[in-house]
């Protein structure tokens, strides 16, 4: 492991002397630019930010930890909104370093520590396996702000420098869903199938509550307006595989499934589906150009908006929140541009379906639209004992005084970002 860079004078000498050093791994993405060719770490950056103490947009470097890299689809939607955020805040080239294929292991540690020693005074860490070892960097390092990407633990870990972020992904879900929903219902009424038939796929890469999270919700929203459909689920039991994936669509479709989404990392599904010509609803990515015949439409989160917030907070010397939650209004929550397969009536449909989402008189996890085991919700404990001052036996089905509307408070700012949805709702399979 490497040791805590301690802010003393001798290092800061030596830092002088390897200032043009390159500091990475093979992994590391630091792009250059003329007033830095080589990249490296100025030696002004290496003491990190204090609490309190604001150091101005052109002191800053964000460090971004990747589980993959740009061929995993969900990897490259945190590099695109590096990027993005890079181009808002006008940061130099060396000023952002992207660190890519980061196991969920002590590597993801290591990747902090080197990132702290590049001078990056904000670090994000896009996977659920990373938060013990972002946890404990945050711990050795408390000038630097540590955020992580489906967390649990930030409310009572009791390190002031760890977040957790995440957003509420679950109405681009069911807005995507939507979609899905209205294409099966063109397909019924064009005679391709019955009622009966309109079957949708999906390709999960866990059985965790993240992925029935989104795969619920996708399932409510094409419910919503398709009340005849059903879903098969089969698990990879990996994120990124990109022949699992294929084959997992492939089964589903020879299974009978006539659209197909997912839950995973790869273009496998995708490309799956355009060969068998099954419409198929994306996740993260565009899916337009690899199967122009089939794509409809994809739902992300757009952590562009995240990036912003947290980079100009520490250069501010502002505290901001230790579980941040994402939504459409903060421009969080996307639904990618709608594809020429989709149905002319979905656009108008979908920013229906959006109003209602934001004044909040339509909650995606209505008790009353779903049952489990043929019963409507009335209480659900969530195994959600990191939710701060909550206890683990918390009800998490609640009444909205405005609306009259019962329902499970998903990724809800009274408990804590990440998903807690774990259940399989009538109409669903799951293998």
Known sequence: MK?????????????????????????????????????????ADTTGTKSGEAIGLENIKFGLICLHDENSTYDNNFIMAAKEAQAALGLRDDQVIIKTN????????????????????????????HESYMKQAAQEHPDVQFCHATGTSSKTAGIANFHNA???????RFLAGVVAGLKLNAMIEAGDITAEQAKIGYVGAFPYAEVKSGYTSFFLGARY?????????????SWFDIDLEKTAAENLINDGCVLVSQHADSEGAPKACEAAGVPNVAYNIDTSSIAPKTAL???RINWAPYYEMIINA??????????WIGTIATGSVELLPLSANV????????????????????????????TVKGENLTEYLADVEDMGDFAPDTNVIVKDEATGITYFAESDEQFRS???FDLIIDGITAD
């Open 3 to 43: 040791k805590a860079l301690k802010v003393i004078a001798l290092v800061l000498a030596l830092a002088m002397v390897f200032a043009f050093a390159a500091c990475g791994n093979k992994n590391d993405t630091k792009p250059t630019d003329a007033a830095n060719p080589t990249g490296a770490a100025n030696p």
């Open 102 to 129: 980061v196991d969920e292991s002590n590597a993801c540690y290591e990747a902090a520590s080197d990132l702290v020693e590049n001078g990056c005074n904000v670090i994000m860490a896009d996977s659920f396996g």
């Open 166 to 172: 995440f957003a509420t992904i679950y109405e681009g």
């Open 225 to 237: 307006v398709c009340p005849s459909a059903t879903m098969k689920v089969v698990y990879t039991n």
């Open 297 to 299: 439409v994809s739902s």
């Open 314 to 323: 520490v250069a501010n010397g502002e505290t901001f929140a230790t579980d």
């Open 343 to 370: 149905t002319a009536d979905a656009a108008a449909k979908v920013e229906e379906v959006k109003a209602k989402l934001a004044d909040g008189s339509l909650k995606v996890f209505d008790c009353s639209t779903f």
């Open 418 to 420: 990440a998903p807690y």
